[in-house]
């Protein structure tokens, strides 16, 4: 269980059809909000809201910014959410500014919590949750794809291969899912050992040598003499 205990200011004064106050003193023991989680599902429980005469729960952010989730008209004071940025706002009188509380979802299965964006199959939503990465460049690499690298990314405008706002995209971090690995060890170089895990030879260049060996099985003494000098002038 996370308690969220701190108060910031209010961004959404006109969503909520109301003024926003000051930011309320961290150290008041006023409204608070819990998260809750259970069976990898994450609900928020809100407690200290007796004295409001009025209450909601607002999502923040993205094309949902002021949905409410939860409000004193519901009859209940817990909602199931997904993992994501909202905001309690509360009123003591409806005809003085509201205050306001930040609560912040994360993922609560674990598995969850560590997911990560595979460039190759991510649709363009999920592309930009990686750092650096809007709507243009989401779209780039769905064009350019597949990738075989992180050094490969350095083909989607404004992330040179090494830079450091590549290295960034592949970390995540705060708002970002870091960057799946590549299904080989990260680089997308072959290993020393590959061919000797397939099963494989080593490759051996073309020379033509081949056709000229096959040519010599057909012949006698006298004709492979002059196949054998035919073989290194094309070795040569």
Same mark, same amino acid.
């Given at each position: 269980?996370?308690?969220?205990?701190?108060?910031?200011?209010?961004?959404?004064?006109?969503?909520?059809?109301?003024? =926003?106050? &000051?930011?309320?003193? @961290?150290?008041?023991?006023?409204?608070?909000?819990?998260?809750?989680?259970?069976?990898? &599902? =994450?609900?928020?429980?809100?407690?200290?809201?007796?004295?409001?005469?009025?209450?909601?729960?607002?999502?923040? !952010?993205?094309?949902?910014?002021?949905?409410?989730?939860? #409000?004193?008209?519901?009859?209940?004071?817990?909602? #199931?959410?997904?993992?994501?940025?909202?905001?309690?706002?509360?009123?003591?009188?409806?005809?003085?500014?509201?205050?306001?509380?930040?609560?912040?979802? #994360?993922?609560?299965?674990?598995?969850?919590?560590?997911?990560?964006?595979?460039?190759?199959?991510?649709?363009?939503?999920?592309?930009?949750?990686?750092?650096?990465?809007?709507?243009?460049? &989401?779209?780039?690499?769905?064009?350019?794809?597949?990738?075989?690298?992180?050094?490969?990314?350095?083909?989607? #405008?404004?992330?040179?291969?090494?830079?450091?706002?590549?290295?960034?995209?592949? %970390? !995540?971090?705060?708002?970002?899912?870091?960057?799946?690995?590549?299904?080989?060890?990260?680089?997308?170089?072959?290993?020393?050992?590959?061919?000797?895990?397939?099963?494989?030879?080593? %490759?051996? @260049?073309?020379?033509?040598?081949?056709? %000229?060996?096959?040519?010599?099985?057909?012949?006698?003494?006298?004709?492979?003499?002059?196949?054998?000098?035919?073989?290194?002038?094309?070795?040569?």
């Amino acid at each position: 269980m996370r308690k969220i205990i701190m108060a910031a200011p209010a961004a959404l004064a006109l969503v909520l059809g109301g003024t =926003a106050a &000051a930011s309320a003193d @961290p150290g008041d023991r006023g409204p608070s909000a819990d998260i809750v989680c259970e069976d990898g &599902a =994450a609900t928020i429980v809100v407690e200290g809201l007796d004295d409001a005469e009025r209450w909601q729960i607002v999502t923040v !952010g993205g094309d949902d910014a002021g949905i409410s989730v939860l #409000s004193d008209e519901d009859g209940a004071t817990s909602v #199931s959410v997904e993992p994501g940025e909202y905001e309690l706002a509360w009123w003591v009188d409806v005809d003085l500014p509201y205050d306001t509380l930040p609560i912040e979802v #994360s993922p609560c299965d674990e598995d969850v919590a560590q997911l990560c964006v595979d460039v190759n199959t991510a649709d363009e939503e999920e592309l930009q949750r990686l750092k650096h990465i809007g709507p243009d460049r &989401a779209a780039q690499i769905i064009e350019l794809r597949p990738f075989t690298s992180i050094d490969d990314l350095g083909r989607v #405008s404004g992330l040179a291969a090494g830079g450091e706002r590549l290295k960034e995209l592949v %970390a !995540g971090g705060g708002d970002f899912l870091p960057l799946c690995p590549f299904e080989d060890d990260g680089t997308g170089k072959p290993t020393e050992d590959d061919d000797e895990e397939d099963g494989l030879p080593e %490759a051996l @260049p073309d020379t033509g040598a081949g056709m %000229a060996l096959l040519a010599l099985a057909g012949v006698g003494a006298i004709g492979a003499a002059g196949g054998l000098s035919l073989l290194r002038r094309r070795l040569n």
